[in-house]
């Protein structure tokens, strides 16, 4: 069995990445397990590494691309003595102490043991399934309005989706879009009744019922979009140079099930103003548990507080 860690954390976004740094500067010697370049759901840096301009994180008032911003927190992290792993993580056992991790055959001796696990494996954005659809991701896809709608201004764009994040996202976007045109695939939406209220009173939103987006045109730029009607089947183009997908988000915890307390969103469960799960010395931050804020500001910031609570906890035990 391998040595026993102080902290391994899963995940290398902004939360895992900040929360090496915490515990390295504590004299924790992190273990981090970064994820996999081929895997869409764990890889290394987090869903930044797919976001082009970056420029509402603090301290970088020229932007900077999401990518590089991600190696940056990444050379901090080593440069306190994180351990840094490019794996991923095949199977957890939180049933006792010390806590087990499995980067290889899950059936097999856990490569990793340790005292304290902190999870930031993050969340996924639902796409269309198209092609160019990743292509384009940065481009004029999109699936962050905050992030990205400043970039939009006197534009007429889209919104896909009809349930409260597609609300707010369209809402949001008319502060800088001309128009915004909500793409629905049913005549009625699932929003909540505030949520709706709000869009339809909104002059700048328009509304395509009943339609599908089945195609993403342009090489560099987004330049447009194929719509087919469900009831139908007639396809028509319409020209937008921005496309919000909004379609909901996946957190990254089917590692953790049964293993973990998990919301009926999937989302993990942790106390409130904490990152402490239901699993005494396992905490959880980032976008894998919460499904309101996601922005890599506040996943760092539950990042710092992960580690925190895994110092504190260590500590205690250590002192009982």
Not at 4 to 9: D, K, P, R
Not at 134 to 156: I, P
Not at 302 to 312: K, L, V, W, Y
Request: negative net charge; aromatic residues 8%; charged residues 20%.
């Amino acid at each position: 069995m391998s040595d026993v860690h102080e902290v391994v954390i899963i995940g290398s976004g902004p939360a895992g990445l900040t929360a090496s740094i915490y515990a390295a500067r504590a004299s924790l010697a992190p273990v981090l397990l970064e994820g996999e370049p081929s895997s869409t759901s764990d890889q290394p840096g987090g869903q930044l590494m797919l976001t082009t301009d970056v420029e509402n994180y603090p301290g970088f008032p020229e932007g900077i691309m999401g990518p590089e911003l991600m190696m940056r927190f990444r050379e901090q992290a080593t440069k306190f003595g994180t351990d840094v792993h490019t794996v991923k993580a095949t199977r957890v056992d939180f049933t006792e102490q010390p806590f087990k991790v499995w980067t290889g055959d899950p059936e097999g001796e856990p490569d990793f043991v340790s005292k304290s696990v902190i999870v930031a494996t993050g969340a996924q954005s639902l796409m269309l399934g198209l092609d160019g659809e990743s292509r384009l991701l940065g481009h004029g896809v999109s699936t962050c309005a905050t992030c990205d709608g400043f970039f939009f201004k006197d534009q007429d764009i889209a919104v896909v989706g009809g349930g409260d994040s597609a609300m707010e996202e369209a809402t949001f976007l008319t502060k800088f879009a001309k128009s915004v045109t909500v793409i629905h695939r049913r005549d009625e939406l699932r929003a909540s009744q505030i949520m709706q209220d709000r869009a339809m009173a909104n002059e700048k939103i328009k509304w395509q019922w009943n339609s599908t987006v089945t195609d993403i045109h342009g090489e560099t730029k987004l330049e447009g979009i194929t719509i087919t009607d469900t009831n139908t089947g007639e396809e028509s183009k319409m020209d937008f140079t921005g496309l919000f997908v909004a379609i909901g988000h996946r957190p990254n915890t089917d590692l953790f099930k049964g293993a973990l307390d998990l919301h009926e969103s999937a989302y993990l469960v942790t106390e409130p103003g904490t990152t402490i799960t239901n699993v005494p010395g396992v905490f959880a931050c980032g976008d894998v548990q919460d499904d309101y804020y996601r922005q890599a500001i506040t996943a760092a910031g539950s990042g710092c507080m992960a580690a925190i609570d895994a110092e504190r906890w260590l500590e205690a035990q250590h002192d009982a």
